[in-house]
Nanobody, 129 residues
Framework: QVQLVESGGGLVQAGGSLRLSCAAS????????MAWFRQAPAKEREFVAAMKWDGSSTYYADSVKGRFTISKDPAKNTVYLRVSSLKPEDAAVYYC??????????????????????WGQGTQVTVAS
């Protein structure tokens, strides 16, 4: 059973930045696609960013393109989400997810929450306007 633990959330001013981290309990990053989703109060969970297991491709929601960056450090079994130029509408609980997606699956698969098997507990990002 893979465990994912997020950290790095907090309160930030609009326009500011944070780096969210997701630490895996084993070498999951060697074989799993990894993604970030977020959920704001009274809203459904939405896709933010994803990366193929080999890092060959990344995917972003249109709302965060150019502002957020997903990356990983396999040596640390950690996935990161750099969130920049934050807006009040970016405030949410951010979840890390991992799944055994095939590198041949289309981009839509990587943006679909049900494709991911393992989930962290979430980290809160609050943006002050």
């Amino acid at each position: 059973q893979v465990q994912l633990v997020e950290s790095g959330g907090g309160l930030v001013q609009a326009g500011g930045s944070l780096r969210l981290s997701c630490a895996a309990s084993d070498r999951s990053l060697d074989r799993y696609a990894m993604a970030w989703f977020r959920q704001a109060p009274a809203k459904e969970r939405e896709f933010v960013a994803a990366m193929k297991w080999d890092g060959s491709s990344t995917y972003y929601a249109d709302s965060v393109k150019g502002r957020f960056t997903i990356s990983k450090d396999p040596a640390k079994n950690t996935v990161y989400l750099r969130v920049s130029s934050l807006k009040p509408e970016d405030a949410a609980v951010y979840y890390c997810a991992g799944g055994a997606l095939s590198p041949f699956e289309g981009s839509i698969s990587y943006t679909t929450a049900t494709k991911y098997t393992y989930w962290g507990q979430g980290t809160q990002v609050t943006v002050a306007s």
